[in-house]
C-alpha cells in the first residue's frame, strides 16, 4: 500500500522553529517531484514549498520565501521552517507526484500521493 506519513507537527511560539518530516511507505521519494502544501480553516491548499525530481529546482510561496527550507534525503522530505508568524498555521500535507519533472511545481494537479497532515499551531 502506498502511503505517505507527516510527523512534526506542534504548537509553537512566533518566532520559533518547526522541522516537519515525511516518511513514505510502498515507495521512494527521491525520484519524483515533491512538495508541502498546507490549508488553513476557511482556506484553500496552497502549495509552500516545492521540489523538483533531480533536487536542484525548487518554489516557494512568497510568504514563506527565506523562512522554509524543503529538502529530502533518499527515506524523507523535510520542511524546515523558521521565523513562523501566527498566519503560518495550518495543516500541512506533504506531497509525491510520482512524476519526473526537473522543473518544482506547487499545482496540487501534478500530485497524487498525499498524506494526512500534521498540525501546526503559532501562537504564544
Known amino acids: 500500500q502506498l502511503q505517505l506519513v507527516e510527523s512534526g507537527g506542534s504548537l509553537v511560539q512566533p518566532g520559533g522553529s518547526v522541522r516537519l518530516s515525511c516518511a513514505a511507505s510502498?515507495?521512494?521519494?527521491?525520484?519524483?517531484?515533491v512538495a508541502w502544501f498546507r490549508q488553513a480553516p476557511g482556506k484553500e491548499r496552497e502549495g509552500v514549498s516545492c521540489l523538483g525530481s533531480t533536487g536542484s529546482s525548487t518554489q516557494y510561496a512568497d510568504s514563506v520565501k527565506g523562512r522554509f527550507t524543503i529538502s529530502r534525503d533518499n527515506e524523507k522530505v523535510y520542511l524546515e521552517m523558521n521565523r513562523l508568524k501566527p498566519e503560518d498555521t495550518a495543516v500541512y500535507y506533504c506531497a509525491d507526484g510520482s512524476i519526473y519533472v526537473v522543473q518544482a511545481t506547487c499545482d496540487t494537479r501534478e500530485y497524487d500521493y498525499w498524506g494526512q497532515g500534521t498540525q501546526v499551531t503559532v501562537s504564544s
Open positions: 510502498g515507495f521512494r521519494l527521491d525520484a519524483y517531484a
